[in-house]
């Protein structure tokens, strides 16, 4: 008996009631397909591989519920494939290597295999190139899935020999089809049941599914087992949804892209726009000290002198949420978010710092000039050091013309204030400044 004797058909058991409705109504062709149309409509290339059964490696790469084990299987049906799925939590190099001894046989006899492979991110590097001479040798086609960046992923001897398609979250309106035919559906689904949903809670469903198929159909099924004489009404619902599931890993790309979208908000002085992306992590169960951080982050960067009293509110924010916790210390972060968002922005002592680097790294390291090198022994006051040092607090206004820094870098500037916020008053600041020594050095003339 091969490997392939001992997998279930995809398509056989979805009448059995016992299984989950989400598996039961999994679509069996591209016509029950729903969403993906940007990849599978009409002309597209994967449709028309997909319907001349000619199928090459790929990743599918797209958020839980979007349809990638779905697909895979259609595709092997429609290929007349052997279909071996292949979960990288489960298995290691061992297994690898004997699915792909079967694969290589069947192969001999002409029967394809269609090597599905969930979570392909999760195998290391030595297990994602054991894949790679049987994906050339064309033993078998390798469809892997994943919820992560391939570019970050997946090996790049292996990127290289597929093709990524990426899956979008499903909309809202391709949810509604999917729990509308689930509900009207005798064999596989609900239709048996004969259940009554108001058009609103069933919308209530699919929005709070955030794009996953998944966990929408979960959420129907739990609902219909607390229907009340055939009616799945909004307590339901709202004992079947508890609360809403949001799309977020904290140490994937998602957490990344939401960080992200907060920072840019922050940014752009959108005030609710970065509220909203607050919340949205701390509901999804995002680390408040992280938020804490970044946010501290925002205010150095791009507030920076424009409003000193940023890094106050951020420090006594992450110092609140230290002391507070959940769900106190989130009205903290909330509050320092939209004082960020408002305050007014400057970049000026960020770039300063970055010019002041590129020129540490792309010059060399001159000695400190010997009028800034303190004296305290007897020896460095005869090599001159500290001659010539002028203290500022016994000058007029404590402004002196004595040049700060090596002569070779004599009168390079890297700070330039911007005319936003406190930074206004430093800016004209520095200009007095500057003609103060000026004047210094043509009276010294």
Known sequence: MSLFD???????????????LADRMRPATLDEFVGQEHIIGPGKPLRAQIERGNLTSMILWGPPGSGKTTLASVMASKSRSDFVPFSAVLSGIKEIKAVMADAEKARRLGRKTILFIDEIHRFNKAQQDAFLPYVEHGDVVLIGAT??????????????????YSLHALTQEDLLVLLTRALETPERGLGHLGL??????????????????????????????????????????????????LLYDKSGEEHFNLISALHKSVRSSDADASL?????????????????????????????LADPRALEQAIACMQTVHFLGIPEGDQALAQLALYLALAPKSDAAYRALNKANETIEGTAA???????????TRLMKE??????????????????????????LAGAEFYHPTT??????????????????????????
């Open 6 to 20: 001992t997998l279930p058909d995809p398509g056989a058991g979805r009448a059995d009631q016992s299984r989950p």
């Open 147 to 164: 919820t992560e960046n391939p570019s970050f992923e997946v090996v790049s001897a292996l990127l290289s020999r597929t093709k990524v």
């Open 196 to 245: 009554r949903i108001s058009p609103e809670l069933l919308e209530e469903i699919a929005i709070s599914a955030s794009g996953d198929a998944r966990s929408a159909l979960n959420t129907l099924e739990l609902g219909a087992t607390l229907a009340r004489d055939g009616v799945i009404d909004k307590e339901a619902v709202a004992d079947a949804l508890q609360r809403k599931v």
């Open 276 to 304: 909203y992306w607050l919340a949205r992590m701390m509901k999804a169960g995002e680390d408040r000290l992280y938020l804490a951080r970044r946010l501290i982050r925002m205010a150095i960067e791009d507030i920076g």
């Open 366 to 376: 001159p000695a400190v000039p010997l009028h800034l090198r303190n004296a305290p």
């Open 383 to 408: 090599l001159g050091y500290a001659r010539g040092y002028k203290h500022a607090h016994q000058e007029e206004d404590a402004i002196t013309d004595m040049e700060c820094l090596p002569e070779s």
């Open 420 to 445: 936003r916020g406190y930074e206004k008053y430093l800016h004209e600041r520095l200009v007095y400044l500057q003609n103060r020594r000026k004047k210094h050095g043509k009276s010294a003339d």
